[in-house]
Each structure stands twice: as C-alpha cells, then as structure tokens.
C-alpha cells in the first residue's frame, strides 16, 4: 500500500488529505491538522473523490515522480481517469447559458 498526503486551507482551518492505493484501487480520507500530542486520536473521514481531488492529487505524484519516489503507471491511470471525467462546473456560472 503507497499513501501519499496532502494539506488544504479552509475557513475551519487547515484540512489533511491522505490519499492511499491498494489492490489498483484509490482511497481518499481526510481530517483536521493537529498537533503532535493528537495525532494518534484523529479521525479519518472517508471522502469521495472530486475532480479537483485528481488534479491536486497528481500534481503530488507528479512532484514525487520526478524525484523517482513514485511509479509511472500512477500518474498515467490518473491522466486517464481524467481523461474520460467531466469537467466540473465554476461555482456561481450560468447552468446552459452562454453569459448574454
């Protein structure tokens, strides 16, 4: 099993994402950063992968690629997942509507 971590900043404050694959399968958890002191009592929530999860995601494999930490086959099973996924809607645009 490889895992492969990665921090977000939110309002509520700074989310840990830990992306894990086993068995040619992806899983994504996440929780809140914590100190040194909490870090055996935190609770990883399962989370469903989103597009913008993929992209930041192989970014991270990208960068570890490069440093030949990481196999190929990562990052081209990810390029082809988002191949075939939608693009996902900006927040807050027009649903059909060009803008006129």
């Given at each position: 099993m490889e895992v492969h971590t990665w921090k977000e900043r939110t309002e509520e404050g700074t989310l840990v994402y830990r992306?894990?694959?086993?068995a040619s399968k992806w899983k994504l958890e996440c929780a809140p950063k914590v100190g040194r002191a909490e870090r055996d009592?935190?609770?990883?929530e399962h989370v469903e992968f989103t597009r913008a999860h993929w992209v930041t995601l192989r970014d991270v494999l990208w960068?570890?690629?490069q440093r030949k930490r990481c196999?190929?086959?990562f990052i081209e099973a990810i390029d082809k997942l988002l191949e075939d996924m939608p693009e996902e809607e900006e927040p807050g645009s027009p649903d059909g509507e060009d803008g006129q």
């Open positions: 992306a894990c694959h086993h009592d935190v609770e990883w960068r570890k690629y196999p190929w086959r």
